[in-house]
């Protein structure tokens, strides 16, 4: 059984940061892409970032420069370091495993940056 479990969301000021973790068990972790996807109430889902199998990383415009994510597969974990934080980065965050048109998603684990 595939699980995806996110933590380390919270309550922020704004310009602070937050560390975020995706474990995943029940997959071969070093096969998958790993994506972060984040949505704010009443808007649809928000792609945020990608950690390919080869560690390489892409960012969307409105988190370059501030979020950085990685992976360890020793771990079986993906993290993502955000910083410098904004109110408007108030969201579900969400990390997906895939591999063509295998996904995976957990629960999410809430953001909230106050202004």
């Known amino acids: 059984q595939v699980q995806v479990v996110e933590s380390g969301g919270g309550l922020v000021q704004a310009g602070g940061s937050l560390r975020l973790s995706c474990a995943v068990s029940g997959i071969m972790f070093n096969n998958y892409v790993i994506d972060w996807y984040r949505q704010a109430l009443w808007k649809p889902r928000e792609f945020i970032a990608s950690?390919?199998?080869?560690?390489?990383?892409n960012y969307a415009d409105s988190v370059k420069g501030r979020f950085t994510a990685s992976r360890d597969n020793a771990k079986n974990t993906v993290y993502l370091q955000m910083n410098s934080l904004k109110p408007e980065d108030t969201a579900v965050y969400y990390c997906?495993?895939?591999?063509?048109?295998?996904?995976?998603w957990g629960q999410g684990t809430q953001v909230t940056v106050s202004s």
């Open positions: 997906n495993p895939w591999r063509n048109s295998e996904r995976y």
């Open positions: 950690v390919t199998t080869g560690a390489d990383i």
